[in-house]
Structures are given as structure tokens and as C-alpha cells.
């Protein structure tokens, strides 16, 4: 069992730079690789970064070159660094631990959740 607690957000201006936090606890967690998500209103949730146990990572188009995820497994914490915000990285952001199988870009592959936490960016 994986239990992650995101923090972080808040409300910034357009350009301005945001850092989340989710720390993870249970016995195997740095084996996972962890990813974040965000949602929002009346949209699905989207893939935004994930990174795997050895520090691989991958990335959404849409934030590629402005937000990097890294994870510091002595912590157990996974970051993502959001700069150059715009008003459209509006949303609820959640970190998750992925399962050992299945792509890394769709929800449906990650069993375990943090509670999310909101980043407004105004314009």
C-alpha cells in the first residue's frame, strides 16, 4: 500500500513558477514510478510528468520544456517544478505511483492517489 499526500499550489500570475510536493509512504514506495496528473473543471484528467525508480522521466507536450519532475527517494518525495506558467495550467494536480505494467500516460495504470492540490495561474 502506497499513501501520498500532495502540497504546493496556490495562485500566481502567468509566468510566474510553482514547485508541488507529494510525499509518498509505505514500505516499497520508492519502486514505484510516480507521475503527477491534473484536472480541470469539466475536462478528464491528463498526463502531465512521470519519472521511474532510477530517474527516467517523461513528460506531456504541453509542458515539455517549462515543468521537471525529479524525486529524491531518500525523502521519499517526488517534485515538479512548474515555470513559465500560463493561464491554462489551470487545474487540480495530483501526484500517483504507477504500476510495474501499463503506459505511463494514462490514469488507469496508476492503483494509488494523492488528494490533489490546486494551481491557479491568472492572466
Known amino acids: 500500500q502506497v499513501q501520498l499526500v500532495d502540497s504546493g499550489g496556490g495562485l500566481v500570475q502567468a509566468g510566474d513558477s510553482l514547485r508541488l510536493s507529494c510525499a509518498a509512504s509505505g514500505r516499497t514506495v520508492n519502486s514505484y514510478p510516480l507521475g503527477w496528473f491534473r484536472q480541470a473543471p469539466g475536462k478528464e484528467r491528463e498526463f502531465v510528468a512521470a519519472?521511474?525508480?532510477?530517474?527516467?522521466?517523461t513528460y506531456a507536450d504541453s509542458v515539455k520544456g517549462r515543468f521537471a519532475i525529479t524525486r529524491d527517494n531518500a525523502r521519499n518525495t517526488v517534485y515538479l517544478q512548474m515555470n513559465s506558467l500560463k493561464p491554462e495550467d489551470t487545474a487540480l494536480y495530483y501526484c500517483?505511483?504507477?504500476?510495474?505494467?501499463?503506459?505511463?500516460?494514462?490514469?488507469?495504470?496508476?492503483?494509488?492517489w494523492g488528494q490533489g492540490t490546486q494551481v491557479t495561474v491568472s492572466s
Open positions: 519519472i521511474t525508480s532510477t530517474g527516467l522521466t
Open positions: 500517483a505511483a504507477k504500476s510495474q505494467i501499463g503506459t505511463y500516460y494514462h490514469p488507469a495504470h496508476y492503483p494509488y
